[in-house]
């Protein structure tokens, strides 16, 4: 299996599981100022043509998930900085978001695979958002999450508001991003945007736990379904209903289907390949 060239993250395959851990410790994996959105955009692409991978998991090394935005480079926007992600003048600076940050929320909504966000620490301003662009999300006792961009003066240039309402609905995501405030984990799984907490030790084989229940599943029907799980939210019902017709005739026809059918007669696990 040929895996992505990475820069500030690495990528780690056991079985039909991807982990992509974010390796920049450094700057608590900030994702300005580091490659990690390349890092993401590449493995989702990477992902997305490998069928041999079912599920990717996504944590971070060290003590946060992502701080999101440099505020250093923020605040060094002038002189010999001008180049830096929010320099420059007001075309100069879309720019720079549309080709830079914002490929990760495009990428994230195209993900033909479920992702998990195993949220080891801080998810802050665009490492919250990242974790709301991911499919499921579990954390633990460091968890801590916010989005913060309007303490800073800004708004969530990556997407945020349209991924947090989506999960949470427009007055609980209105209260978040109007007053910047942060959530710890237990408050967060009430809310409804974790999943589940668990010990910090048991955060990432949670994670991972749950990554090859999923991946044990017949593949190209795990795919079909995350796909139609994200058409779902935007697409009429009179429309859905035929491309879940479409998507069903072609389940039928594989030979994983009929596997799945024996294994459940003859009470047994199913061995999928997907064909």
Known sequence: MNLPALTDATLEIDGRV????????????ALTGTAL????????EWANRNPAVSVLVMTGAGSAFSAGGNIKEMAEREGRHRGGAFGGSVFEVQQKY???IQRMPLAMESAELPVIAAINGPAIGAG????????????????????????????PGDGGAWFLQRLIGFQRAAELTLTGRLVKAQEALELGILLEVVEADQLLPRALELARTMAEKPPQALRMTKRLLK????????????LCASFQGMCHNTEDHLEAVNAFLEKRPGHYRGR
């Open 98 to 100: 549309r080709e830079g």
């Open 128 to 155: 919250f958002d990242l974790s709301c662009m991911c499919d499921i999300r579990l954390g633990c006792e460091n968890t801590l999450l916010g989005e913060t961009f309007i303490n800073l003066g800004i708004i």
């Open 18 to 29: 991807a982990l992509l851990t974010f390796a920049r410790h450094d700057v608590r994996n």
């Open 37 to 44: 959105v390349d890092d993401i955009v590449a493995t989702i």
């Open 231 to 242: 058409v779902a939210q935007r697409q009429p019902l009179a429309d859905f209903l035929g």
